[in-house]
């Protein structure tokens, strides 16, 4: 299932102009987060927000064109947005901060598996299933 929705939101993200990157880490997060939901047997709620941070690091995909080629991204950026913002914008994406987004997209599943369970408990109680 989650193999899946990441090929879909990486086919969507190169829809949107992002670049195929987010193809292979959405396969790649994807497939790893149906491998550990399969191992917590699809019942643990506290696995499964880990589970979905390690899933939301999918978006990394759309940041390593920054890094990887740089230059080349950068001339790209030139033409449509001008010097202003793609110096702006590389002196806001130094080379090293791919992990620091990897932790972040981790975090911030982490953040939204919590909101999740909780809007879900919530709506769940309330409809006398829980």
Known sequence: MLTICGLLLGVIMLLAG??????????????????????SGYTN???????HGVFSMWVIGAFIPI???????????LPSY???????????MP??????LLVAAFVSGLVGGVIGQRIFKKHFERAGIV
Request: glycine share 8%.
């Open 45 to 51: 709620a506290k696995r499964e927000i880990l589970i």
């Open 67 to 77: 890094v990887v080629s740089r230059d080349a991204y950068y001339e790209n950026l």
């Open 18 to 39: 992002m670049g195929f990157w987010c193809i292979p880490t959405g396969l790649v997060f994807g497939l790893i987060a149906d491998l550990l939901m399969r191992a």
């Open 95 to 100: 080379d090293w901060i791919l992990p620091v």
């Open 82 to 92: 001008g010097q202003a913002y793609a110096d702006t914008l590389m002196a806001y």
